[in-house]
């Protein structure tokens, strides 16, 4: 089955203590994003990556990290977390940037 | 800069009626593509259509049409004869390419709720 694989679904944790939200797709997607809901925001992209070792801030990439070492694979890195990064996290992938993008579940995130 | 806006934040209609969701886009491109997308209220992020820029034909499938309209910057979103199971979360969405990249905006979302 074709899908985007996001882990953990739910995470509370604490100020400060790094974390990492795994994201995996299975469609050989070369685009991958990151996003982040938050209410009366919608949705707002956080880091993108056109293909291996090829990524890009989206709107809101202060205090988060990314990489693309594979093609399947793109983890979203807090270093550092704090309260303002509490969200629901989505990520998705896509044949190109120019094409409908197969989100995950989400990653619902409370950081105390 | 790109900017997608949907001024409706909440529609409330009764079952059977049409509603139309708007959405307009500023963008400086002159590629582009535009999407909408639902969100129901189990929380996944559904695709509904993709319009590029040099494609300006209306689409209807089933009781959804898309009206693209480039001299206004909108495409607006149709449901005919609305459903309980159209409550959702709307969102439309921009992708422009610069530099050969592409970064996608989405805008803030219309909550539409279809009463029985």
């Known amino acids: 089955e074709a899908q985007v694989t996001q882990n953990p679904r739910y995470l509370i944790t604490v100020t400060g203590k790094k974390l990492t939200v795994t994201c995996s797709q299975n469609m050989n997607h070369e685009y991958m994003s990151w996003y982040r809901q938050d209410p009366g925001l919608g949705l707002r992209q956080i880091y993108y990556?056109?293909?291996?070792?090829?990524?890009d801030k989206g709107d809101v990439p202060e205090g988060y990290k990314v990489s693309r070492k594979e093609k399947r694979n793109f983890p979203l890195i807090l270093e550092s977390p704090s309260p303002n990064q509490t969200s629901l996290y989505f990520c998705a992938s896509s044949l190109s940037g120019a094409q409908p993008q197969h989100f995950g579940d989400g990653t619902r995130l409370s950081i105390l | 800069a790109q900017k997608v806006t949907q001024a409706q934040t909440e529609i409330s209609v009764v079952e059977k009626e049409d509603v139309t969701l708007d959405c307009v886009y500023e963008t400086r491109d002159t590629t582009y593509y535009l999407f909408w997308y639902k969100q129901p209220p189990s929380g996944e992020l559904v695709f509904l259509i993709r319009?590029?820029?040099?494609?300006?034909q209306n689409e209807i499938s089933g009781r959804y049409s898309w009206n693209f309209q480039k001299s206004t910057s909108s495409f607006n979103f149709t449901i005919t004869a609305s459903q309980v199971v159209d409550s959702a979360v709307y969102f439309c969405a921009l992708s422009e390419s610069a530099s050969g990249t592409y970064k996608y905006i989405f805008g803030t979302g219309t909550r539409l709720k279809v009463l029985a």
């Open positions: 319009r590029n820029s040099f494609d300006e």
């Open positions: 990556s056109m293909n291996v070792e090829v990524t």
